[in-house]
Structures are given as structure tokens and as C-alpha cells.
């Protein structure tokens, strides 16, 4: 019973963290950003929230310290609609995992045209052989 209310209170966090930086956050330095979850630790002390960000490396760590500088209202906001006896603390991290499958799908799509290639030179042998 206890792991479906920390799901829950992690779900939360999540939708209000992204509510937030939708609708109030209105710093310039936060770019493209999308919550990808938030864990808990054991104690639901720190919230460990990963954050998907689009842009080169200099826009996400331009976006991260904007993130940071925003943690302090975030944690207030948190605070405000989960009733907890402590609000847990904010810490971001970079998820990179939709990028890591754009890469994947990129080098799959390269193999499939080369493996159509070969499929095609090694055709085109066979018929001018017969």
C-alpha cells in the first residue's frame, strides 16, 4: 500500500512541476522542457525529477540553471498542494533518454539502407551472371 502513495504523491509532483513551468514560470533562460518522471527517495525527502530538454548543450544547461534558480517556487508550490509533514526537496536531472532513442532510430535507418544496397548490388551481380 505504501508504493502506490508514493506513485502517487510522485505523479503529482510531477504534473504540478510541469503545470508551473507552463503557466508561472516565466524565465527567458527555460527553454523546451518536458518532465519525464519524479522519484522519491525513500524517506520522500528529495524529489529527483528528470527533465527532457530540446536545444544544443549550452541552451540545456542555460535551461538547468534557470531550472535550479526556479526550485525554491517550485518546492513552494509542491508544498502548497501536497499536504506532507515536509515539502520534499527538488533536485533536476537531465534525461537523456529521448535523445539516446533518436540516435538508435537514426543508426537502425542507416543499417536498413545499406542492408537494401548490398540487397540490390548482390541482385543485380546474379543477373548479369545469368
Not at 31 to 56: H, R
Not at 63 to 73: D, I, R
Not at 85 to 98: A, C, Y
Request: no cysteine; aromatic share 4%; charged share 35%.
Amino acid at each position: 500500500m505504501a508504493g502506490y502513495r508514493k506513485e502517487r504523491i510522485e505523479k503529482q509532483i510531477r504534473m504540478i512541476i510541469a503545470d508551473s513551468l507552463l503557466k508561472d514560470i516565466k524565465d527567458p533562460r527555460i527553454g523546451f522542457v518536458t518532465v519525464t518522471e519524479v522519484k522519491l527517495n525513500k524517506d520522500k525527502s528529495i524529489a529527483f525529477t528528470s527533465v527532457s530538454i530540446m536545444g544544443d548543450q549550452t541552451e540545456k544547461k542555460k535551461t538547468l540553471k534557470g531550472l535550479n534558480s526556479a526550485k525554491g517556487y517550485l518546492q513552494f508550490k509542491v508544498g502548497k498542494a501536497i499536504k506532507m509533514r515536509s515539502t520534499p526537496k527538488i533536485v533536476f536531472q537531465l534525461d537523456t533518454t529521448i535523445e539516446t532513442g533518436a540516435e538508435i532510430l537514426g543508426t537502425l535507418g542507416k543499417i536498413e539502407k545499406e542492408e537494401k544496397k548490398d540487397i540490390l548490388e548482390e541482385s543485380d551481380i546474379t543477373e548479369q551472371d545469368s
